[in-house]
């Protein structure tokens, strides 16, 4: 009920009006009064005609029911002679519809000046555009001043938000290095993560805008100054580009993080370890080849940064899907050329073969173990002769001579240990519990590396970078 009379709360000479029933009565402006989270009065002088005059700026905190008019939630009311005779919406001027999710904004001025400025149905006022806007101008101001808790509370929401949004996106490093800048830049009401990061993508395509322009004016009219503007204009890049390469390494970091979780146990009571196609699928998506990813898609740099950059490889397909062969076994990732986006021709350049076991694994036998699976998924290569697309394109040929690598990530365990012990030829390489053979029998280069040591191997590569950006291991 009070909401339809908020113009008449507002104003605090307003008429009393009492609900009445058969049990109780109550006074709106006591209920309205009651309800008030915070109110104040600020005093407003203006200069019109060359004279001073003076008004009085009556502010309220409310409930967001008490809001009168359905197009804004917060109102500054202009009255006379105890009326409001203008509303004017403060939402967009505010940057809320409602303040901390549930209050709103009443502001109520009066004075003489308006009172002997109202019309006769106290419906306009007859000021100029010009001093209406002054008054409001001020009120603004003290209705700022007045919510300045309010508003510190959403500001110190955005900052957090803005520290947020840049340290998981570090292409926002340089842009956001200040984010007490930018939020006070922001509106109000921009506070989800998906917002921040619309305007801190907007903020940056702005800056790099006004550097480049900048740059082809002072070139265009070969302005003293130009040496200092294509420096900016470089450093501008350099800060761009160094952005982006923080997001990349951070995200790499994360990726490693996750990684090392899933090496874990996935149940600690029974000591049950995740399976390989857990860790597979982290790695390089099951049942993909390189046609179907992008660059981003994939993480098999983990293994070894160069399988990042092969022409083509296979992840979970039957090997009657990568070459002539008519077998059905799945080696877990195969790569058919020696990488950097060429394609090699040459049946001597080697195919690597990526094989992944569960981790801490305990089970080998001579007649299960991954050193003769992938002799067999060599020799059935072999025999096909040549390594197709998935459209059927030959990729290469293989010839009996052609070189493999086979990378078997797979725990130093006590059976590992036993069948390599019986086949014989492995190397233990210093400080580690990672091995490699050459198996001249099958031209296989075989290096077996435990997860553990995947792991401590790939955040060496990338530890000089992890140190700058201050997320270290």
Request: charged share 30%; aromatic share 10%; net charge negative.
């Amino acid at each position: 009920m009070t909401d339809n009379f908020i113009n008449y709360f507002v104003n605090v000479d307003c008429p009393k009006i009492t609900l009445m029933d058969s049990k109780k009565s109550i006074v709106l402006f006591d209920k309205f009064t009651d309800d008030v989270v915070r109110d104040g009065t600020f005093p407003v002088q203006v200069t019109v005609d060359g004279e001073e005059r003076k008004l009085s700026l009556n502010c309220f905190l409310v409930p967001k029911n008490y809001s009168d008019d359905e197009k804004g939630t917060n109102g500054l009311f202009f009255g006379a002679h105890g009326r409001a005779v203008n509303r004017y919406d403060m939402d967009g001027v505010i940057g809320l519809k409602a303040i901390d999710g549930k209050y709103a904004f009443f502001g109520y001025l009066e004075g003489p000046m308006l009172d002997s400025s109202v019309n006769d149905t106290r419906t306009e006022f007859s000021l100029s555009a010009e001093t209406i806007d002054e008054l409001k101008r001020e009120c603004i101001t003290h209705m700022h001043d007045f919510l300045k808790v309010e508003i510190d509370l959403v500001r110190e929401r955005q900052i957090q938000t803005i520290v947020n949004v840049r340290n998981e996106h570090l292409r926002f490093y340089n842009i956001a290095k200040n984010p007490e800048e930018i939020a006070d830049k922001l509106s109000l009401s921009t506070q989800k993560d998906e917002e921040i990061f619309v305007e801190l993508s907007r903020h940056s395509l702005r800056q790099y805008k006004k550097t480049r322009r900048q740059f082809a004016e002072a070139k265009a009219k070969d302005r003293p100054d130009i040496e200092q503007k294509a420096k900016a204009y470089v450093s501008e890049l350099q800060d761009e580009s160094l952005s982006s390469l923080a997001e990349y390494i951070y995200k790499r970091k994360l990726i490693l993080d996750i990684f090392e979780e899933k090496i874990g146990f996935a149940d600690i009571d029974a000591e049950k370890a995740h399976y390989e196609r857990v860790v597979h699928e982290l790695i390089c998506p099951l049942g993909t080849t390189k046609s179907d990813l992008s660059y981003d898609d994939h993480n098999l740099w983990v293994i070894d940064d160069r399988l990042a950059f092969y022409s083509y490889f296979n992840s979970d397909k039957q090997l009657q899907a990568q070459s002539a062969s008519t077998d059905k076994r799945r080696p877990d990732v195969t790569l058919f050329d020696l990488g950097m986006g060429f394609d090699k021709a040459s049946s001597q350049e080697p195919i690597t073969i990526v094989e992944f076991k569960r981790p801490k694994r305990n089970d080998y036998t001579m007649a299960d173990n991954p050193f003769t699976q992938v002799q067999d998924y060599v020799d059935e290569l072999r025999k096909a002769g040549e390594a197709t697309r998935y459209d059927g394109r030959l990729i290469r040929t293989i010839e009996d001579q052609t070189p493999f690598m086979c990378q078997i990530v797979a725990d130093d365990t006590e059976t590992l240990r036993k069948v390599m012990k019986r086949i014989g030829g492995f190397y233990k390489k210093a400080g580690s519990k990672s091995y490699y053979r050459w198996d001249e029998g099958f031209k296989i280069f075989m290096e077996v590396t435990s997860y553990s040591d995947l792991i401590s191997g790939a955040k060496a590569r990338h530890a000089a970078f992890f140190e700058k950006l201050g997320v270290a291991p």
